[in-house]
């Protein structure tokens, strides 16, 4: 099955950028979507379909993706950032059409 | 605005059974593809199956095919999971999410609180 790497932690001071990667070949070709989990909340989707933000989600979350990475990033990062992000896509060429990354704590300093 | 909530988690023993549902509202549910979506602190995120809008065609996960079984009741705008023949590698955090349309397909979009299911002697 298709497989995402994400790093467990990032760590950023408020008010500078926050780079979330993750990984998976040729990820490039596929959609790509990114949540947002707050402690003991369910996940919130912040950009799909690789950099398309959801109405209500601030444009400091912005998406990419290319090559064997996608990437998310938060400019401009707050303190009510801090959760944990993953990453999803979905191929109808793979046999689990919906895999997510593992998931990576951003810790705001 | 767009809600949904889920019900009927638990404890159960392993080999058991239990079902759990989900309410929708706020939006036109049958729509919808509709998803269960698992959480556990061993295996992440994982997608546990959906069904097409109108109940035709569903999709499972390998590791419940067989176990599980998702349905939906458009009328009372209803998502159900009835899982059999229980593990312990199946006790989570059961969330029931909208499936995208659109650029947004095969993403989640609205996603409940989720409902916990232990599965333990």
């Known amino acids: 099955s298709y497989v995402m790497t994400q790093p467990p932690s990032v760590s950023v001071a408020p008010g500078k950028t926050a780079i979330i990667t993750c990984g998976g070949d040729?990820?490039?070709?596929?959609?790509v979507h990114w949540y947002q989990q707050k402690a003991g909340q369910a996940p919130v989707q912040v950009i799909y379909?690789?950099?398309v933000r959801p109405s209500g989600i601030p444009e400091r979350f912005s998406g990419s993706n290319s090559g064997n990475t996608a990437t998310l990033t938060i400019s401009r990062v707050e303190a009510g950032d801090e959760a944990d992000y993953f990453c999803?896509?979905?191929?109808?060429?793979?046999?689990?059409?919906?895999?997510f990354g593992g998931g990576t704590k951003l810790t705001v300093l | 605005e767009v809600q949904l909530v889920e019900s009927g988690g638990g404890l159960v023993q392993p080999g058991g059974s239990l079902r759990v549902s989900c309410v929708a509202s706020?939006?036109?549910?049958?729509?919808?593809?509709m998803s269960w979506v698992r959480q556990s602190p061993g295996r992440g995120l994982e997608w546990v199956a959906n069904?097409?809008?109108?109940?035709?065609?569903?999709y499972y996960v390998d590791s419940v095919k067989g176990r599980f079984t998702i349905s939906r009741d458009n009328a009372t705008t209803s998502l159900s999971l009835e899982m059999n023949s229980l593990r312990a590698d199946d006790t989570a955090v059961y969330y029931c999410?909208?499936?995208?349309?659109?650029?947004?397909?095969?993403?989640?979009?609205?996603w409940g609180r989720g409902i916990l299911v232990t599965v333990s002697s």
């Open positions: 999410a909208r499936d995208g349309l659109g650029y947004s397909y095969g993403s989640f979009d609205y």
């Open positions: 706020g939006f036109t549910f049958s729509n919808y593809y």
């Open positions: 069904i097409k809008q109108d109940g035709s065609e569903k």
């Open positions: 040729n990820i490039g070709s596929k959609s």
């Open positions: 379909y690789d950099s």
């Open positions: 999803q896509v979905w191929d109808s060429t793979i046999d689990h059409p919906r895999v």
